[in-house]
């Protein structure tokens, strides 16, 4: 009964993403109705898994999203896209043929990660500072797994040494630029990204104004977390998934744990990346598909990304089908990076001391900071001349 129950939801969920309009709430229906069923049929079993996937966001997930979003929010809210465009927007926007407006959205995707990069592509897109094309290039280009996550949590706590981690965050970043390059274009627009109309709002006005925005995008990646953790663990411990994946396996000729990792890393990228750095079997495999998992991110980002920017108009197919080449590019990029000879003698570095991190951490705050002051004194030149 289990396995009949899974399978229908397993099928249900695949065709649900290349399906036609007409027949999505048919599906939908149909697949609700079998998940309940079998969370009634393995009450235990739900009540673990929504165990974990609450851990892992309350753990691993918030406390670095809830900082990131409340500043950015009070960012925005304080003229910080038109400063951060005004200074930084052309030199970062112009090779990935974009418009200096993208400049907040590519540097908050670069600190963030998913799926924050969406969320501002999606408010400038209404606040109308690029067009909808310009939206869909930016939202793939700026859509990235957050450097703190490949390299902390990855490279240092799974894979026991961050030096992985920077590979995988530099593959990640150069299968962005190349994006940036097939992705097809519009002339950019030369014209400077106008200053919103200034705000009266207190300082206490805002900054709750961006608790609460804060708050409603932490909950909704609360949700997509939550769910798929139980859509893992249902996968994982379903008999015909185990008899699919021992053929898969015979086929490939690779690991029982390496295949059954890069399966269920496509459906929650953290899990995913887990069990992979956990497994036996070749490095340079583990790491070419962890690296395919952090550029595609998995169906759970992806819903998360496709739940703040859906009002682009983007398909979620087409954003999918992109991601997948992202993944690929990045996959072989790990790869050349990995036969270098010189990685035999720069992967003996072990995680770095506090003191590094230290220095890391203001060397952050110093380049977010610069910009600001740039700008600022520019400002106090123009009043001098």
Do not use: W
């Not at 009949?4 to 109705?33: A, E």
């Amino acid at each position: 009964m289990r396995s009949l129950l899974l399978s229908g939801i397993l099928f249900i969920s695949l065709i649900v993403l290349f399906m036609k309009k007409s027949k999505f709430n048919l599906y939908v229906i149909l697949g609700c109705t079998i998940f309940i069923l079998y969370l009634l049929f393995n009450p235990g079993s739900a009540i673990e898994a929504t165990t974990a996937g609450l851990n892992l966001f309350m753990y691993k997930v918030f406390p670095s999203l809830f900082c990131f979003l409340l500043l950015s929010n009070l960012l925005i809210s304080y003229d910080g896209v038109y400063i951060y465009s005004r200074v930084l927007g052309r030199f970062i926007c112009s090779p990935l043929k974009l418009p200096s407006s993208a400049g907040f959205v590519l540097i908050i995707s670069a600190l963030c990660g998913y799926p924050v990069g969406a969320k501002y592509c999606n408010e400038l897109y209404k606040g109308n500072a690029f067009s909808q094309k310009t939206a869909e290039r930016l939202l793939n280009i700026a859509s990235n797994a957050s450097p703190l996550f490949i390299v902390g949590t990855v490279g240092a706590a799974m894979l026991n040494n961050p030096f992985y981690g920077y590979i995988l965050l530099l593959s990640n970043y150069l299968s962005c630029v190349l994006m940036a390059e097939v992705l097809p274009s519009e002339p950019i627009n030369n014209i400077p990204f106008s200053k919103p109309p200034s705000s009266y709002k207190s300082f206490i006005e805002k900054l709750l104004s961006s608790f609460k925005l804060s708050f409603n995008s932490c909950l909704v990646v609360s949700g997509f977390v939550i769910f798929f953790s139980i859509v893992v663990s249902i996968i994982k411990n379903n008999l015909i998934f185990q008899v699919v994946l021992n053929n898969l396996c015979r086929y490939l000729a690779l690991p029982k744990d390496i295949v059954q990792g890069f399966v269920l890393g496509l459906f929650e990228m953290t899990n995913g990346c887990n069990m992979l750095a956990l497994c036996s079997g070749s490095l340079i495999i583990k790491l070419c598909l962890i690296s395919f998992i952090l550029a595609f991110s998995g169906i759970s980002i992806l819903l998360q990304v496709y739940a703040f920017s859906y009002e682009i108009g983007t398909p979620l197919r087409k954003y999918a089908l992109r991601k997948i080449f992202q993944g690929i590019l990045s996959s072989i990029i790990t790869l050349i990076i990995m036969l270098l000879p010189v990685n035999n003698k720069l992967s003996v570095i072990n995680t770095p001391k506090r003191g590094s991190s230290l220095a890391a951490f203001i060397l952050l705050i110093i380049f977010i900071s610069l910009p600001v002051i740039l700008n600022s004194l520019l400002f106090k030149l123009k009043k001098i001349h």
